[in-house]
């Protein structure tokens, strides 16, 4: 079965942490001094926060799975999808150990689908992330693929 997942960039850990504790109606399941994470059953989420890693507010949105078959699938969706994808097939993200695939929607929200192998000690510093910071993600970011800014109409 799939979970949704959700990364929120803060910026006063211990606040928010308390914030999203009394909202969950539960304690974070992890708790590092940059990042907390709830696995909530109701409703079934990974629920994730940090701060110093991106900016603020969403950082982005995702889709954890449970064994390879679902990440085949859900990676089969995103090949389908307008837009690159970016594959990481052993990488360390968010204190965890991880096979995965980002894309970005058209309006630039990024997303991914992940499998998470065990826990990590570190928020992420795997040869994958280090290319994957240097050439495509966002200034500051360990995890998420940059995507373009985006583009605005005037009226």
Known sequence: ???????????????????????FGAEPSVVQPDYAKWMLEDPRLNFAISV????????????????????????????????????????????????????????????????TKGGASDYGSSPALARLASANAAEGACCAPAIAPAKTGCC
């Open 1 to 23: 079965m799939k979970r949704m997942h959700v990364h929120v960039g803060v910026d006063d850990l211990a606040q928010s942490m308390r914030f999203y504790t009394q909202l």
């Open 52 to 115: 110093g890693h991106a900016t603020r507010g969403i950082e982005h949105l995702g889709i954890q799975v449970e064994d390879e078959a679902e990440l085949a699938e859900v990676g089969a969706r995103l090949a389908r999808a307008d837009g690159p994808v970016l594959e990481e097939a052993a990488t360390t993200c968010c204190y965890a150990n991880s096979s995965k695939a980002w894309i970005a929607d058209p309006q630039g929200v990024v997303w991914e689908t992940f499998l």
